[in-house]
Each structure stands twice: as structure tokens, then as C-alpha cells.
């Protein structure tokens, strides 16, 4: 079999690659209302002469059938975009006010199309199904992958694998980020009202203050982190609104609290979410308030195949070589509902580097959601050869 170079994909796709990246990413469109990228997409999969069907109002499934019946593996992107507004000084930012390519969902978009045209250029050479998938809603919960899903994504033919790939602005490109097991957190919020009883602040024994509730919460709700976590383990809660109190001079009946905690274990999950409200009810037995809480669980963890993995190391190894494997330590605390595909069929989420940037150093890398937030051109090439090469290695039988 012939390896899918980056020079080869370079040759054949190198300005479409890069026209396709620049068209999308100046058209951002937001969660659910992917109207005009949908029809984007189905124009190219029409010019590659690739069937699709529309799924989950924006989403589109692709089907691209090789020479020969055999395994079926799904191939992903998420199609939307976020309510920023874009401050790179590109040329091709985005001309929509307050929408902004700013997770790089854009390029897997054009990840996906370059894989498909390189697919098409070899259909003779694999056999089994490649189902394109382009994801509505990633960044808004309960997210487009549920309901592609319950519409039967992963049927006919029945899924037997997939790869979900994912822009990591902290690798260069030519790298790729790999991890057997959970990649990706579990992702909840919580939402939590303390009652109190008002009255004057002079007499604070009189009355229950809220906002005296709500600074013990803070405080152990770290604790919780701290101290009923294994070391070994990890575990992020953070606070992030906080809303209560009238005037300098009075108890605060009410304060609102909103927050995330994000696991990497579903014991640890389970902990947290049950100990938030220990908390909760012993503060309020000891000041004498009530509470709300309400904690909802958002986009399980993303979990990678030990095997899957395996295959996407031997297909960079083999297209770009040994250095362009960097085995990530851990994950992140981030999420993404590629979790929920994962959940249901064996997987692989990619770190691809797209990062370093001629003119910063290593270490200076824009983060994900980042007004600034940019993708490297020349990490295309790559992201096609070894997605490319890691379905074909797949389709033919692994290694
Ligand atoms: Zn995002
Ligand atoms: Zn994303």
C-alpha cells in the first residue's frame, strides 16, 4: 500500500485545503443555526459526487462506499461556531459581527472534505463504508451528536469505529496528541440558590446571611477538590457567577450561585455532585437558611480505544514518522459530546497540532476560545495524510 505523504496530500489538495479553511472560517455561523455551512458542505460533497443525508436540522451524513463490502468507520467535524468576536487581523476573519471560528471547527470541516477527496482518489484500494459526519452544536449543550444519533448515524450500515479530531493550538503542526482512555472530562453545572433571612446588618444574629452562606461554600467547595479527591485524580470546580445582596447596611436574603465541576472519573462525578449538597445542607442546618440546588450533568467523558489509538500512532508514525506522536500525559478538563460516539462504538479523538506560529515562541500559544484564536495553515496537510491514512489502515484490516 502507498503511504499518504504530506507532500502527496499537499500536491493534490494544498489549495483547496486552504481555500475551503479561509471560505469557512470568514462565514461563522452559531450553534443550531448552521444554515449556510450546511449548504456549503452539501455543495462539496455534491462536487465530490458523495451521497448525504440531513440529520439534527443542520447536521449532514455522508456515505462513501470503497471497492469492496466491509467494516464501516464514521469520521467527524462539528460545524459550528462561537459568540465571539474576532480580533486575529486575518484576512479572511470572520465578516459576521459576533461569530468567530474561535475552536477550529472550521478546519476540521476542511479536515474532513480533504479526507474524503484522498479517499475518493483510492476507492480501489479499501473496502467497508467511510460515514462523513458534520456535527451542529457542539459548543451549545445538549450538543448535535445526541440527536444524529437517535436519528441513526450509527446504523445502517452499523458503525464499527470512529475518529473524531480536534485543532490543539499548543502542538506544532506535523504532531499529533494521543492518549488511551479519557481524553476529555466530564463536563456538569450547578446551579444553587441560598436562603436566607433578611433583616438589618447591625443584627446580623436576627436575621440568616445569605452572603455569610455563600463565602463558607466557596471556601470548602475547594476543600472538596483538596481533600476528597484522590491525588491520583483529578478534579476542577470552579464558581462562576455569583449574584446577591442589596445595600451596605442589610442582610442579604438570597445569593445565586452558578458553577462547573469537570471529572475525569465517574465516581468522581458522583462524589462531588453528592457532596455539593452535604455541604449545602450543613451550612444551611448551621446558619439556619434553606437551599436550591440543582447540578446537571453535561457531556460525558470523552473516552479513546486503546486499539483505535494504536492505529492512528501507527498511521502518523508511518506517514510523517516516530517524532510526530507526542503521547499527552493527561488530558483536558474540557469536553465535547464526540463523547457520546465514543460511548457507543470503539474511538479516537485526536490532538492535532495546529500551534506555533512562525513569530511566537513555544508556550505562547493562543488558547481555544480565544479572540486571537487561530489555525495553521500548514498543519492541513498533515491532519489529511495521517486521518486518511489512519481510516485506510483501519478499512484494510489494522497494521
Ligand atoms: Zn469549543
Ligand atoms: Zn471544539
Given at each position: 500500500?502507498?503511504?499518504?505523504?504530506?507532500?502527496?496530500?499537499?500536491?493534490?489538495?494544498?489549495?483547496?485545503?486552504?481555500?475551503?479553511?479561509?471560505?469557512?472560517?470568514?462565514?461563522?455561523?452559531?450553534?443550531?443555526?448552521?444554515?449556510?455551512?450546511?449548504?456549503?458542505?452539501?455543495?462539496?460533497?455534491?462536487?465530490?459526487?458523495?451521497?448525504?443525508?440531513?440529520?439534527?436540522?443542520?447536521?449532514?451524513?455522508?456515505?462513501?462506499?470503497?471497492?469492496?463490502?466491509?467494516?464501516?468507520?464514521?469520521?467527524?467535524?462539528?460545524?459550528?461556531?462561537?459568540?465571539?468576536?474576532?480580533?486575529?487581523?486575518?484576512?479572511?476573519?470572520?465578516?459576521?459581527?459576533?461569530?468567530?471560528?474561535?475552536?477550529?471547527?472550521?478546519?476540521?470541516?476542511?479536515?474532513?472534505?480533504?479526507?474524503?477527496?484522498?479517499?475518493?482518489?483510492?476507492?480501489?484500494?479499501?473496502?467497508?463504508?467511510?460515514?462523513?459526519?458534520?456535527?451542529?452544536?457542539?459548543?451549545?449543550?445538549?450538543?448535535?451528536?445526541?440527536?444524529?444519533?437517535?436519528?441513526?448515524?450509527?446504523?445502517?450500515?452499523?458503525?464499527?469505529?470512529?475518529?473524531?479530531?480536534?485543532?490543539?493550538?499548543?502542538?506544532?503542526?506535523?504532531?499529533?496528541?494521543?492518549?488511551?482512555?479519557?481524553?476529555?472530562?466530564?463536563?456538569?453545572?450547578?446551579?444553587?440558590?441560598?436562603?436566607?433571612?433578611?433583616?438589618?446588618?447591625?443584627?446580623?444574629?436576627?436575621?440568616?446571611?445569605?452572603?455569610?452562606?455563600?463565602?463558607?461554600?466557596?471556601?470548602?467547595?475547594?476543600?472538596?477538590?483538596?481533600?476528597?479527591?484522590?491525588?491520583?485524580?483529578?478534579?476542577?470546580?470552579?464558581?462562576?457567577?455569583?449574584?446577591?445582596?442589596?445595600?451596605?447596611?442589610?442582610?442579604?436574603?438570597?445569593?445565586?450561585?452558578?458553577?462547573?465541576?469537570?471529572?475525569?472519573?465517574?465516581?468522581?462525578?458522583?462524589?462531588?455532585?453528592?457532596?455539593?449538597?452535604?455541604?449545602?445542607?450543613?451550612?444551611?442546618?448551621?446558619?439556619?437558611?434553606?437551599?436550591?440546588?440543582?447540578?446537571?450533568?453535561?457531556?460525558?467523558?470523552?473516552?479513546?480505544?486503546?486499539?483505535?489509538?494504536?492505529?492512528?500512532?501507527?498511521?502518523?508514525?508511518?506517514?510523517?514518522?516516530?517524532?510526530?506522536?507526542?503521547?499527552?500525559?493527561h488530558g483536558y478538563m474540557s469536553a465535547d459530546d464526540f463523547a457520546y460516539i465514543a460511548q457507543a462504538?470503539?474511538?479516537?479523538?485526536?490532538?492535532?497540532?495546529?500551534?506555533?506560529?512562525?513569530?511566537?515562541?513555544?508556550?505562547?500559544?493562543?488558547?481555544?476560545?480565544?479572540?486571537?484564536?487561530?489555525?495553521?495553515?500548514?498543519?492541513?496537510?498533515?491532519?489529511?495524510?495521517?486521518?486518511?491514512?489512519?481510516?485506510?489502515?483501519?478499512?484494510?484490516?489494522?497494521?
Amino acid at each position: 500500500m502507498n503511504v499518504i505523504s504530506a507532500e502527496l496530500v499537499e500536491q493534490k489538495l494544498g489549495t483547496y485545503l486552504h481555500d475551503t479553511f479561509r471560505h469557512l472560517h470568514t462565514n461563522p455561523e452559531l450553534s443550531g443555526r448552521e444554515f449556510e455551512t450546511q449548504a456549503f458542505l452539501k455543495s462539496e460533497l455534491d462536487r465530490l459526487g458523495i451521497p448525504y443525508k440531513e440529520m439534527a436540522w443542520t447536521g449532514l451524513c455522508a456515505e462513501l462506499k470503497g471497492a469492496r463490502p466491509g467494516a464501516a468507520i464514521l469520521l467527524r467535524a462539528d460545524i459550528d461556531a462561537l459568540p465571539i468576536e474576532e480580533q486575529t487581523g486575518l484576512a479572511y476573519a470572520s465578516n459576521r459581527e459576533g461569530a468567530m471560528h474561535a475552536c477550529g471547527h472550521d478546519a476540521h470541516m476542511t479536515i474532513v472534505l480533504g479526507t474524503a477527496a484522498m479517499l475518493l482518489e483510492r476507492q480501489n484500494e479499501w473496502s467497508g463504508t467511510v460515514k462523513l459526519m458534520f456535527q451542529p452544536s457542539e459548543e451549545k449543550h445538549p450538543g448535535g451528536a445526541k440527536p444524529m444519533i437517535a436519528e441513526g448515524l450509527l446504523d445502517d450500515p452499523k458503525v464499527d469505529a470512529a475518529i473524531g479530531i480536534h485543532t490543539n493550538p499548543y502542538l506544532a503542526p506535523g504532531t499529533f496528541g494521543l492518549k488511551d482512555g479519557a481524553i476529555l472530562a466530564n463536563a456538569d453545572r450547578f446551579y444553587i440558590h441560598l436562603i436566607g433571612k433578611g433583616g438589618h446588618a447591625a443584627a446580623p444574629h436576627e436575621g440568616a446571611d445569605a452572603i455569610a452562606m455563600a463565602g463558607q461554600l466557596i471556601v470548602s467547595i475547594q476543600n472538596l477538590v483538596a481533600r476528597q479527591v484522590s491525588p491520583f485524580d483529578n478534579a476542577v470546580v470552579t464558581i462562576g457567577e455569583i449574584k446577591g445582596g442589596y445595600a451596605p447596611n442589610t442582610l442579604a436574603d438570597r445569593v445565586y450561585m452558578a458553577g462547573t465541576v469537570r471529572t475525569m472519573n465517574d465516581d468522581t462525578q458522583a462524589m462531588m455532585e453528592k457532596k455539593i449538597g452535604v455541604l449545602l445542607q450543613g451550612i444551611a442546618d448551621l446558619w439556619g437558611g434553606s437551599f436550591t440546588y440543582d447540578y446537571v450533568r453535561g457531556y460525558p467523558i470523552t473516552w479513546n480505544d486503546k486499539a483505535m489509538t494504536d492505529i492512528v500512532r501507527h498511521a502518523a508514525e508511518t506517514c510523517l514518522g516516530k517524532e510526530s506522536v507526542v503521547e499527552m500525559p493527561h488530558g483536558y478538563m474540557s469536553a465535547d459530546d464526540f463523547a457520546y460516539i465514543a460511548q457507543a462504538v470503539p474511538s479516537v479523538f485526536i490532538e492535532w497540532g495546529t500551534g506555533e506560529w512562525a513569530e511566537e515562541a513555544r508556550g505562547t500559544a493562543v488558547p481555544w476560545h480565544n479572540p486571537a484564536f487561530r489555525v495553521n495553515p500548514d498543519a492541513f496537510k498533515y491532519g489529511v495524510a495521517v486521518v486518511t491514512q489512519s481510516i485506510l489502515n483501519y478499512l484494510q484490516g489494522g497494521k
